[in-house]
């Protein structure tokens, strides 16, 4: 699908199956939209799945700048637009969910949130320890060093080689644009956003998610209003891949009395 979007033309691919009411699967950081079959797998046997996937992400468009959460929100609801969707429920994963919290903390939008699901989701700021201070201090130190003319004339490859040590393999995969756009989305915390949620809203965690700990979704769940939170035992930052069979139990449990047609 072709969408124009804040002056770019951009080739959208997305998943679209089963038939009911809308559900939206936004994807995390750097995934394609097949990597989640198992949830629309098992959500299209009673709803409309959409999965689109971000710019920059799978097959569609890079953005020819680097985006913000609200660059990100506002894609979403150009899509939805597009398509002529005025009434869905969300569902995300990781950086997916970050968006999701922007979109459903918004006053005003251009369609009706009927429920927000949040898999291991991004957007909680976390305090920095001395140890990663100290280890973003020295990346910052090297990266101007051998941002010198002759130095990184004399070592060409220096500067990418000390990004894909110290950066997250997401950051290491990523073209300059994506990096930069990550770098924006994960210095915004959306803790302050979270009690604007007026939405019904279920999150599935990993127990043991090391990306975006328990800990996070033990906020999420204090400070959204209408929250309940599903713990998937010895699960990581895809749980939903780990226990499939519980996700999906739980997501019919809490979408089933809305998709019927």
């Known amino acids: 699908m ?3 979007f804040k002056g770019e033309n951009l080739d959208v691919n997305y998943i679209e199956k089963g038939e009911g009411k809308t559900v939206v699967l936004l994807q995390g950081w750097g995934t394609k939209a097949d990597y989640y079959g198992v949830i629309t797998n098992a959500i299209c046997k009673y709803a409309r799945v959409l999965v689109p996937e971000f710019p920059g992400f799978g097959k569609t468009t890079e953005p020819s700048h680097a985006y913000d959460v609200k660059d990100y ?3 979403t609801l150009a899509f939805l637009k597009e398509l ?16 999701i919290i922007e ?6 939008l251009p369609l009706k949130i009927e429920k927000a699901v949040l898999i291991d989701s991004a957007g909680i700021k976390r305090k920095k320890s001395f140890s990663k201070k100290l280890k973003i201090a020295s990346f910052k130190f090297c990266k101007t060093f ?10 060409p490859d220096a500067l990418g080689n000390l990004q894909k040590k110290f ?15 990550m770098v924006k989305v994960i210095n915004e915390d959306m803790t302050d956003k979270l009690h604007l949620i007026k939405v019904p809203t279920l999150l599935i965690w990993g127990e043991n998610d090391d990306a975006t700990p328990l800990s996070d979704a033990k906020t ?6 209408d929250c309940g939170l599903v713990v998937i035992k010895n699960g990581g930052h895809f749980s939903f891949l780990e226990d499939p069979a519980l996700t999906s139990r ?7 009395n809305q998709t019927e047609v």
């Open 2 to 4: 072709f969408l124009e």
């Open 73 to 75: 929100a506002d894609f």
């Open 84 to 99: 002529g969707e005025n009434e869905v429920t969300l569902i995300g994963h990781s950086h997916g969910g970050r968006v």
């Open 103 to 108: 979109l459903a903390s918004r006053e005003n």
């Open 146 to 155: 051998l941002r010198i003319p002759f130095i990184k004339k004399a070592f």
């Open 167 to 181: 950066g997250s393999a997401d950051y290491a995969s990523s073209s300059a644009i994506l990096r930069q756009s």
């Open 220 to 225: 999420m769940e204090k400070e959204i209003p």
């Open 250 to 256: 739980v997501l019919e449990s809490f979408l089933g």
